[in-house]
């Protein structure tokens, strides 16, 4: 397996002949609706044999097939990296075995959707997180889900179906309520023993806490509500699992309420949601930056057992406006939309290799500039790396039903899925 990134002149045709790759597979395995393609693009290639293009070097190759020159040239002892032509074909080795837990959100919305997506995931999901019950400032929960078809179907494919409990209203996610709730002893417990009946009732097999913008006056509360949940749930043999902000030091103040060290302590797994560095309100830049990615997890390896982490992985980018101006929203768009985008204005995708990130410019019918930037599978591919490199648990997505098409291909490149 490896990346072709698409050169002017390039079809997928020809692209297809160059690796002796059938046009059809090429076209579903990068969730192409047609043949389009646009200079820059990322293109997923499942073949073990790379045919050698012009300028290519062992370094580069390496690069784009996810391994090392060392494991490439023992995979290829015949090749002399100085002697290598056009059109020479090369073995793309396997990388070693590495069992991994994932976690991947969903939203669920109708129960015949929710049960074609959830068994089209199955494969490669250990835990499918179905997105969301609200509570109330007394501790009720307070919405309702149609999510049977979805928690049946997760059962039927070996995939443990985890309830996501948030603090989110109408306005969205209130730190005001997590406080509330955090700071009565009363409305704790009882959050506590309806999560207990909502996940024992419905046939969960566990819950994922995603309290957001909880308060740093908060932060042993909100641990010891962990620990009290921990307590009502592992007798009965159910999971809990947390979705945390990324953070790279206890001195950001907006972060402070998330003890890693005391919610590693506690929690099954701990997702932490590495995106989101640019967002709808900031000016543009990459979502996932590969630099503030590692030192996330170098913050959290040090603090929380690595056995317990999962790395978030965004499946969405963000479409600027520029210059920017403070105040504006940027749309939001799932990786697969910003292809199309380029595609749609024939902008080419440029690549950043010091975030790691692609992004691509282009100019609307009424003349607005735009900035966007995505992920695709080389910035994928790159933290895939990195969950590697920092030997956690595994990996994890926000979300399913924005469908980035190669993502299992090249999740199933660095990891065997582990059933739970």
Known sequence: MFIHIVQPGDTLFSISRRYDYPLESLRLVNGLVETNIVPGQALLVPSYTYTVQSGDTLSAIARKAFVTVEQLRAANPAVDPYRMHPGMKIYIPDISWYQAITLAYYTLREPNLDRTLVRDFAPYSSYIALFEYRFAPNGDIVTTRDDAAAIETAWQNRVT????????????????????????????????????????????????IDFEQVRGEDRDLFTGFLRQLRDRLKPAGYVLTIAVPAKTSEEIPWLRGYDYGGIGAVVDYMFIMAYDWHHLTSEPGPVAPIGEVRSTLQFAVERVPRKKILLGLPLYGYDWIIPYRPGTLADALSNQEAVLTAMRYQSPIQYSFQYESPFFRYTDELGNIHEVWFEDVRSMGQKMKLARQFQIAGVGAWELKLRFAPGPWLLRKFFTVRKV
């Open 161 to 208: 179906p985890i309830a996501v409990v948030t603090n989110l209203t109408s306005e969205g996610f209130s730190t005001r309520l997590a406080s509330q709730v955090l700071n009565n002893p009363e409305a704790r417990a009882n959050l506590v023993e309806n999560i207990f009946y909502l996940v024992s009732r419905k046939g969960y097999g566990g819950v994922n």
